[in-house]
């Protein structure tokens, strides 16, 4: 059994109104909220929404389809099964930019990075492999938008992101007089004060603009609902046949699906065909 974000698209388009149910995870309701969205992304992705289920039936589903579902702190949320890399953010604002954290914007996932997840390395045999954002916005357990927008169409390569950290690293470092460690942030400062007692770490904090921003000309804000798939031409050409041709056929209203041209993340100046794919309900 496999999955892919086609499939999952598909299962959103025929069960647009799930909920967010906010899991009973943490006392935190930002967290709890931020949980049951990935909860609601898997079970796209597993065709599970709206789902009977026990949540032991589920995650005995959810392990055909994922090789690894994650932690909070490194990249990727959660692995499919000899597929993409699935990261999920959580807003509040239709608008807001997205928060990174300490790990920059990927466009492809790559298994000799510090900053992905030890687990997912180690999930399967891989080098590299595609990531797709999934960005939700929530009201009151409603989901208002959901953008699935790959890393590629998204991102810069990574040396972009990797050179900005080596040269303000390599500044942090020209400090006379103090003792650096290594790490997967910018810098690591220890004994900073005379007794040797107090250590400071330097990180990089991370945000994205948001793609409704970014791709403004291609959102509505009016439906109750907006549901958005972007990715390049050839990656949906690499998907199965028979996952192209259901979302090919689909004829309901608010639906489609065409070809457009963006700015490719690395040149601005080359314009790369896209496929849009969009359901505002």
């Known amino acids: 059994m496999s999955s892919n974000t086609l499939i999952a698209f598909k299962n959103i388009v025929d069960q647009p109104l799930t909920s967010v149910n906010p899991a009973i995870i943490s006392s935190n309701r930002i967290n709890n909220v931020g949980d049951a969205l990935e909860s609601f992304v898997k079970d796209a992705y597993t065709g599970l929404l709206n789902s009977k289920l026990n949540q032991t039936q589920k995650d005995e589903k959810y392990s055909e389809i994922f090789s690894w579902l994650g932690n909070s702190s490194n990249p990727p949320d959660s692995l499919l099964r000899a597929g993409d890399g699935i990261e999920v953010k959580k807003i509040e604002s239709l608008t807001s930019d997205i928060a990174l954290n300490s790990s920059f914007p990927k466009n492809k996932l790559h298994s000799d990075d510090s900053r992905v997840a030890g687990g997912a390395k180690r999930a399967e045999n891989w080098t590299e492999r595609d990531i797709v954002y999934i960005i939700g916005t929530v009201f009151s357990q409603e989901l208002s938008r959901l953008w699935f927008i790959y890393g590629d169409c998204y991102a810069a390569s990574k040396e972009t992101y990797e050179r900005l950290i080596e040269v303000i690293g390599d500044g942090v470092r020209t400090i006379p007089d103090i003792e650096f460690h290594e790490t997967n942030e910018l810098a690591k ?47 949906y050409q690499s998907f199965p046949e028979a996952d192209r041709s259901s979302l090919d056929k689909l004829h309901v209203n608010g639906y489609s699906n065409s ?23």
Do not use: C
């Open 189 to 235: 400062i220890k004994k900073v004060d005379p007794l040797g007692i107090t250590d400071m770490r330097v990180r990089g904090m991370w945000h994205i603009q948001n793609p409704s921003r970014l791709y403004s000309n291609l959102v509505t804000s009016s439906p109750q609902r907006q549901y958005y798939l972007l990715m390049r031409e050839e990656k």
């Open 259 to 281: 070809i457009i041209k963006i700015r490719n993340p690395d040149n601005p100046a080359q314009l790369m065909k896209a496929r849009f794919i969009k359901y505002e309900i």
